[in-house]
């Protein structure tokens, strides 16, 4: 045993010599190439006192970014990551100022320009030079990730007993079946693709209704996402605005769902959650919204990015990465421009800055604290990496720029199962998505209006110039149009100027009654969720029906269910119970939708009972709108400022995927809705031997905060 930790002991303070080396080498370089930055004073000095400057600078600035920059980033944590990411540079350069002071007596000197230059390119040689010889020796490359993921030493598994295989979720946000099939065939995905070809085993599963990150991860990590109808909506009960990636919403999603079911998650035993809205019950956490909302000693929500930019040569990395994709953004949005590329939406303001953050930062944080999770020898993993989601918002489901976003992520898994043959026991990887996403142009590009514009318009209410202009006008639009779109146009026209009486017979009075009871509603509540649409009227207690609605606004559902751009209405009704509302007339009672006829015919499989399910929700919207969809095209009209888009039915939204070990279980061949993928993660999770996730926990209705990641009260955001 001695003879190990001297042997360890020499190793170490062989790599601190060379790396020492090495940086000083680098200096003299960098002196001799950049004017601004000396080592010697004015008057000259001989070679081996400018090696010896050097030698010391190296020294001091290699202690001083292993001492102090840690306490900087920590100090640093209640910065926007975006802005940290920025300041990475002119912190480090601070750095070497700092250690030129310190260890030369003013002989050498640079520019704070050069010294941000000198910095970042001594921190990336450092770096690469001890990760170059931490690999060949395990037990240092090891110790390297535990700081890297700031994670405690690996347990050992006890003498003679086989180590219980962990688990590692990760998810792929946003990626379709489709597309991740198309990306391997293509070979844009060489790791996915030795994978298929080797260990594991692809297939899809349909989302709910709301095919959407809030609704698809409380489901996976929770087993419930009942009551979530949309990614956001307005809940008449409270007066309050649920928006599934807000910290106070996210925090109260999660503690319903563990009310609702008396469980704690799927990593409650021994578990990580990386990355996502929710902890999914782990102990251990970083960057998860659901504990954003609260503060406690448990609330450690920035752990993982402090436990990232506490080595700076990572931060100087991830940073110059992230300014690279600033720039990348830009110039891409650039050539969609010049190309006159459509559908395109606006990709200006902070956009190129948030999706640098998802691809870059995001990316390299949560595969970090997953490295780190594995070497420490975690039972259960989830992580969620969001970047291609980001993108494909701006750019489309499918193009270039899509397409680089997968061939990074493929190389961050490749990282990870790299990663995985150093961990103390064996890792399944499992690979998945929340939903997928389906392209077409917005809503409001195609039409001229957006859904509010429509539903204050069917309403009698104040609409825009522009709208007025576009459609308040008789005359025709050129080449004309379907008779469902003429019939759209009137509807909107008259709804523009007045409400219609449906009856036709109410006359003039009934006209004017109606535009009084119009007048005097509070107005409503017009949200969108990708391509889903919810009206709700905040004025009435509870969920209005059809003929309530008709009352109130005669012209508003007929001006919504005959758009063109609309798909299919659902809204409670006093005789039928509740219908779904077609544009070419059609009433169907939701008890007899089917899904391939009637107006959910070429909205998919499993459309019917997605729509069922919904409309038994505590607090599904007044009128739920669905956009049209495209069977042949797979394309629908977000109602936000998305090409790409997800959250209702329609297209590859509604079609993420699997993709597992063969080792394990396979699926059942149909998985429907984001709670049986939970009863599918969970059952694998039982297979090995050893403890696993239980079989039930059932805490009382009393004690369900227990499983809430953080203590104290809610915050409540700005949407109450």
């Given at each position: 045993?001695?003879?190990f930790?001297?042997?360890?002991?020499?190793?170490?303070l062989l790599?601190?010599i060379t790396?020492?080396a090495?940086?000083?080498l680098t200096?003299l370089?960098?002196?001799?190439?950049l004017?601004?930055?000396?080592?010697?004073?004015?008057?000259?000095?001989?070679?081996?006192?400018?090696?010896?400057?050097a030698?010391w600078c190296?020294?001091a600035?290699?202690?001083?970014s292993a001492?102090?920059?840690p306490l900087?980033?920590r100090?640093?944590?209640?910065v926007p990551?975006?802005?940290l990411?920025?300041?990475?540079?002119?912190?480090?350069?601070?750095?070497?100022l700092?250690?030129?002071?310190?260890?030369?007596d003013?002989?050498?000197a640079a520019?704070?320009?050069?010294?941000v230059?000198?910095?970042?390119?001594?921190?990336?040689?450092?770096s690469?030079?001890?990760?170059?010889?931490?690999?060949?020796d395990?037990?240092a490359?090891?110790r390297?990730l535990?700081r890297l993921?700031?994670r405690k030493?690996?347990?050992i598994?006890r003498?003679g007993?086989?180590?219980?295989p962990g688990?590692v979720?990760?998810?792929?946000?946003?990626?379709?079946?489709r597309?991740l099939s198309?990306?391997?065939?293509?070979?844009?995905?060489?790791t996915v693709?030795?994978w298929?070809?080797?260990?594991?085993?692809l297939?899809?599963w349909r989302?709910?209704w709301?095919s959407?990150?809030?609704?698809?991860?409380l489901?996976i990590?929770?087993?419930?996402?009942e009551?979530?109808?949309a990614?956001?909506?307005y809940e008449?009960d409270?007066?309050?605005l649920?928006v599934?990636n807000?910290p106070?919403?996210?925090v109260?999603?999660q503690r319903?769902a563990v009310?609702?079911?008396?469980?704690?998650?799927l990593?409650t035993l021994?578990?990580a959650?990386?990355g996502?809205l929710f902890?999914?019950?782990?102990d251990q956490?970083a960057?998860?919204?659901?504990?954003a909302a609260?503060r406690?000693?448990?609330?450690?929500?920035r752990a993982?990015?402090?436990?990232?930019f506490?080595?700076p040569?990572?931060?100087?990395r991830t940073a110059?990465s992230l300014?690279a994709?600033v720039f990348r953004?830009i110039?891409?949005s650039?050539r969609a421009?010049?190309?006159r590329?459509?559908?395109?939406?606006s990709?200006?303001?902070?956009?190129?800055f948030v999706r640098?953050f998802?691809?870059v930062?995001?990316?390299d944080v949560?595969?970090?604290?997953v490295?780190?999770?594995?070497l420490a020898?975690?039972?259960a993993v989830y992580a969620?990496?969001?970047?291609?989601d980001?993108?494909a918002?701006?750019?489309?489901?499918?193009?270039?720029?899509t397409?680089?976003?997968?061939?990074?992520l493929?190389?961050?898994?490749?990282?990870?199962?790299?990663v995985?043959?150093?961990a103390?026991?064996?890792?399944?990887?499992v690979?998945l998505?929340?939903?997928?996403?389906?392209?077409g142009?917005?809503?409001?590009?195609?039409y001229?209006l957006?859904?509010?514009?429509?539903?204050?318009?069917?309403?009698?209410?104040?609409v825009?110039r522009r709208?007025?202009?576009?459609w308040?006008?008789p005359?025709?639009?050129?080449?004309g149009?379907?008779e469902?779109?003429?019939?759209?146009?009137d509807a909107?026209?008259?709804a523009l100027h007045?409400?219609?009486?449906?009856?036709?017979?109410a006359?003039?009075d009934?006209?004017?009654?109606?535009?009084?009871a119009?007048a005097?509603a509070?107005?409503?509540?017009v949200?969108?969720?990708?391509?889903?649409?919810?009206?709700s009227?905040?004025g009435v207690?509870?969920r209005m029906?059809?003929?309530?609605?008709?009352?109130l606004?005669p012209?508003?559902?007929?001006?919504?269910a005959h758009?063109p751009?609309?798909g299919?209405?659902?809204?409670?009704?006093?005789?039928?119970?509740?219908?779904?509302l077609?544009?070419?007339?059609a009433e169907?009672p939701?008890?007899?939708?089917?899904d391939?006829?009637g107006p959910?015919?070429?909205f998919?499989?499993?459309a019917a009972d997605?729509?069922?399910?919904?409309d038994?929700f505590p607090?599904?919207?007044?009128?739920?709108?669905?956009?049209m969809h495209?069977p042949a095209?797979?394309?629908?009209?977000?109602?936000e400022?998305q090409i790409?888009?997800?959250g209702?039915l329609?297209?590859?939204?509604s079609?993420?995927f699997?993709l597992?070990p063969?080792e394990l279980?396979p699926?059942?061949?149909?998985?429907?809705?984001?709670?049986?993928?939970?009863?599918?993660?969970?059952?694998?999770?039982?297979?090995?031997?050893?403890p696993?996730v239980?079989?039930e926990?059932?805490?009382?209705?009393?004690d369900?905060?227990?499983?809430?990641?953080?203590?104290?009260?809610?915050?409540?955001?700005?949407n109450?």
């Amino acid at each position: 045993m001695g003879r190990f930790r001297w042997r360890s002991a020499s190793r170490a303070l062989l790599r601190v010599i060379t790396v020492w080396a090495v940086s000083t080498l680098t200096l003299l370089l960098l002196a001799a190439l950049l004017p601004d930055f000396q080592l010697q004073s004015a008057d000259g000095e001989s070679l081996t006192t400018v090696a010896f400057t050097a030698a010391w600078c190296a020294g001091a600035f290699g202690l001083l970014s292993a001492l102090v920059w840690p306490l900087i980033v920590r100090a640093l944590l209640l910065v926007p990551a975006l802005v940290l990411g920025l300041l990475v540079f002119f912190l480090n350069g601070s750095l070497l100022l700092l250690a030129l002071r310190l260890s030369t007596d003013g002989r050498a000197a640079a520019a704070p320009e050069t010294a941000v230059v000198v910095a970042a390119v001594m921190s990336a040689v450092a770096s690469a030079t001890s990760t170059a010889l931490a690999v060949r020796d395990d037990e240092a490359y090891r110790r390297r990730l535990y700081r890297l993921a700031d994670r405690k030493r690996p347990r050992i598994a006890r003498a003679g007993a086989e180590p219980v295989p962990g688990t590692v979720f990760l998810q792929l946000d946003g990626v379709g079946h489709r597309v991740l099939s198309d990306a391997v065939a293509a070979g844009r995905m060489p790791t996915v693709a030795e994978w298929l070809a080797t260990t594991h085993t692809l297939t899809p599963w349909r989302t709910d209704w709301s095919s959407q990150t809030g609704a698809s991860q409380l489901g996976i990590l929770h087993g419930s996402n009942e009551d979530v109808p949309a990614f956001r909506w307005y809940e008449k009960d409270t007066g309050r605005l649920m928006v599934s990636n807000r910290p106070a919403s996210a925090v109260e999603l999660q503690r319903r769902a563990v009310e609702r079911t008396g469980d704690g998650g799927l990593l409650t035993l021994d578990g990580a959650s990386r990355g996502n809205l929710f902890s999914g019950g782990a102990d251990q956490l970083a960057l998860v919204l659901s504990m954003a909302a609260r503060r406690g000693r448990r609330n450690r929500s920035r752990a993982g990015y402090f436990a990232y930019f506490s080595d700076p040569a990572n931060a100087v990395r991830t940073a110059g990465s992230l300014v690279a994709e600033v720039f990348r953004e830009i110039a891409q949005s650039v050539r969609a421009r010049l190309r006159r590329e459509t559908p395109r939406v606006s990709r200006g303001g902070l956009y190129p800055f948030v999706r640098a953050f998802a691809t870059v930062v995001e990316r390299d944080v949560v595969v970090a604290a997953v490295m780190g999770d594995m070497l420490a020898g975690r039972t259960a993993v989830y992580a969620d990496l969001v970047a291609y989601d980001e993108v494909a918002h701006h750019s489309g489901p499918r193009g270039r720029d899509t397409d680089q976003v997968l061939a990074r992520l493929d190389r961050a898994l490749g990282l990870i199962a790299k990663v995985a043959e150093h961990a103390p026991r064996p890792y399944r990887i499992v690979l998945l998505s929340d939903h997928g996403q389906s392209p077409g142009e917005t809503f409001e590009s195609a039409y001229g209006l957006t859904l509010k514009d429509l539903v204050r318009a069917g309403c009698g209410l104040p609409v825009s110039r522009r709208v007025r202009r576009t459609w308040g006008s008789p005359r025709p639009e050129p080449g004309g149009g379907s008779e469902a779109r003429d019939a759209a146009r009137d509807a909107l026209r008259s709804a523009l100027h007045r409400p219609v009486d449906e009856a036709g017979e109410a006359g003039k009075d009934g006209a004017e009654a109606a535009a009084v009871a119009a007048a005097r509603a509070p107005e409503p509540v017009v949200l969108a969720s990708g391509n889903l649409g919810l009206v709700s009227f905040p004025g009435v207690p509870h969920r209005m029906t059809r003929e309530e609605i008709d009352r109130l606004h005669p012209a508003l559902l007929r001006t919504l269910a005959h758009h063109p751009g609309i798909g299919f209405l659902l809204v409670a009704s006093e005789r039928h119970g509740s219908v779904v509302l077609g544009g070419d007339g059609a009433e169907v009672p939701v008890a007899g939708l089917a899904d391939d006829e009637g107006p959910l015919a070429g909205f998919g499989p499993g459309a019917a009972d997605a729509v069922r399910r919904t409309d038994g929700f505590p607090h599904v919207a007044d009128i739920m709108v669905n956009s049209m969809h495209d069977p042949a095209a797979g394309t629908v009209h977000a109602f936000e400022e998305q090409i790409g888009s997800h959250g209702g039915l329609g297209g590859d939204q509604s079609r993420p995927f699997l993709l597992w070990p063969r080792e394990l279980t396979p699926p059942p061949a149909d998985v429907v809705g984001a709670e049986r993928v939970h009863e599918v993660l969970r059952g694998w999770l039982r297979e090995g031997e050893g403890p696993q996730v239980p079989l039930e926990i059932s805490p009382s209705s009393a004690d369900t905060e227990a499983f809430l990641p953080v203590e104290g009260p809610a915050a409540r955001d700005k949407n109450g």
